[in-house]
């Protein structure tokens, strides 16, 4: 003979259990459409914007912005991605004149990138339109409620780093 015990609100523990689990999912999946929404609104503005530039070409630019000097080699293991779609994202960003290359004093085979003045103008428009696009994402919450969202975030942040 089975007993089925309930939680207190007439429902069986598996079922308490499999609602607890999809609120879970239900958290992440909202962080998952926050980030959609915002990477597809980046990247309207991006591509309505006067430069012609793709998010991709955006991510290579901030890259070399935060990290000036680095190569093509330092993006790859940064971005985990595809080395020849890399190399072609950077040939163009370099004929485009968003970026320059020097040989690197002790080893000429490495090559060094460095936004060039168009490059880093261009940077700086990208991360204005992404402040505003921040600004707007949180309109309406207090300090108190970004700050807290920000704490609970990065407590989620850490426990799946914690899972690696």
């Not at 990477?39 to 912005?65: C, E, N, S």
């Not at 290359?101 to 991360?127: C, F, N, P, T, Y």
Request: charge should be positive; glycine fraction near 8%; charged fraction near 30%.
């Amino acid at each position: 003979m089975s007993t089925n015990t309930t939680d207190g609100r007439g429902m069986g523990k598996d079922a308490s259990k499999d609602r607890a689990k999809d609120r879970e999912d239900d958290v992440l999946e909202l962080i998952h459409a926050v980030m959609h929404q915002y990477r597809a609104r980046q990247f309207r503005v991006l591509k309505d914007g006067p430069h012609d530039i793709t998010h991709m070409d955006g991510k290579v630019l901030g890259f070399f912005h935060r990290n000036p000097g680095a190569t093509q080699s330092d993006l790859a293991q940064h971005s985990g991605r595809d080395k020849a779609q890399l190399a072609r994202l950077i040939k163009g960003l370099r004929e485009r004149g968003l970026l320059t290359a020097e040989a690197d004093a002790q080893d000429r085979r490495q090559v060094r990138l460095h936004l060039s003045e168009q490059g880093a103008a261009m940077q700086q428009e990208i991360k204005r339109a992404s402040r505003h696009l921040a600004v707007n994402a949180v309109e309406g919450l207090s300090q108190q409620e970004q700050a807290q969202l920000q704490a609970l975030l990065s407590k989620v942040k850490q426990n799946l780093d914690c899972d690696e």
